[in-house]
């Protein structure tokens, strides 16, 4: 599939761009689920003129965005590269997209497993950015967390660094073939709920539910979405060292044709600001497409 715009995220900031760039009469491709936005289940109270709750203002405004010409795609983004000038990125259900400019508008959630062991052991060993740490992996023993495709592409790349590579998914909804590509890499599956993660001072192991020890000196927390961190460093756009990334105030990152809007470029975590900054960043990938 090709596209002009290409918008990662479907929560106001994405919504906003997508509204903004197709009435620029672009083609526009929206990639993300509503139910994942921060603002799902959530009542707004501060957001101008509307005293709602998140869902029906998100469901409204993918019919909005729908009725300028954007499309959406209900998938998770896996994987990214640039390509001749171009950007392209792979989806769960295999789908390629090729697009001219795009819109990272990914938020900041990052699923927790909410065990003992993960919030005392973060940056001991615990990690949810898999393509940020890997390199320190290299000769040591790693394992995955994760039931979706991101945790299958990530565990068949740490076979790449890590001696010995495990995945952990008890309610697997990974894509085959990318479950297929991490088997013939050499990954070891375990399907049981992880409980614990265990060590002194560093991982030294993670406790399954049917009663497994996988020794280890990593758990990657995969839970979700290629996070936009990823996908940032994959399409060249460093990201900041808190993790969020760097936008002007043109919502323009370092890369010409790669916009950011919302949560994902720092604080106020609000919907007012996602909305704004989705305005101006849609409104520039579309220039941008236009030679503008
Ligand atoms: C409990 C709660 C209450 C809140 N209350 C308020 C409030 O009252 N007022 C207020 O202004 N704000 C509130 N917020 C904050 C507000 O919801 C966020 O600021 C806002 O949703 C950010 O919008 P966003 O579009 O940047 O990110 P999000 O809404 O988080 O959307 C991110 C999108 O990116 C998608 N995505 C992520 N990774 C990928 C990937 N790899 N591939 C494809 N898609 C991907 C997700 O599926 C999702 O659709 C609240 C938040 C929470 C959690």
Known sequence: METDVLIIGC?????????HASRKKVRTVVVGKT?????????????????????????????????????????????????NGSFVFGVDDGTEITAKAVIIATGISRKKLGIPGEKELFGKGVSYCAICDCNFYKGRRAVLVGNESEAAVSAAMMTSYASETSWVAWDLTANDVVVQKAKDAGVTMY??????????????????????????????????????????????????????????????????????????????????????????????????????
């Not at 929560?11 to 509204?19: C, D, E, V």
């Not at 005293?51 to 983004?77: K, M, P, T, Y």
């Open 11 to 19: 929560g106001p900031a994405g919504l906003q761009a997508a509204i």
């Open 191 to 292: 399907s049981s709920r992880p409980v614990a993660i265990e060590g002194e001072g560093k991982v030294q192991s993670l406790r399954l539910e049917d009663g497994t020890v996988i020794p280890t000196d990593g758990v990657f927390i995969e839970l979700g979405a290629k996070s936009a961190m990823d996908i940032a460093l994959d399409i060249g756009v460093m990201p900041q060292v808190d993790s969020t990334i760097k936008v002007d105030a043109e919502c323009r990152t370092e890369v010409p044709g790669v916009f950011a809007c919302g949560d994902v470029t720092g604080k106020p975590w609000q919907v007012a600001k996602a909305v704004g900054q989705g305005c101006v960043a849609g409104l520039n990938a579309a220039d941008f497409v236009n030679g503008n």
């Open 35 to 83: 139910i994942n936005s921060a603002m799902h289940g959530t009542e707004i109270e501060n957001y101008l003129g509307a005293v709602d709750d998140g869902d029906s203002i998100l469901s409204n405004a993918v019919e909005q965005a729908r009725s300028f010409g954007a499309e959406f795609l209900e998938q998770n983004v896996i994987s990214a590269r640039s390509e």
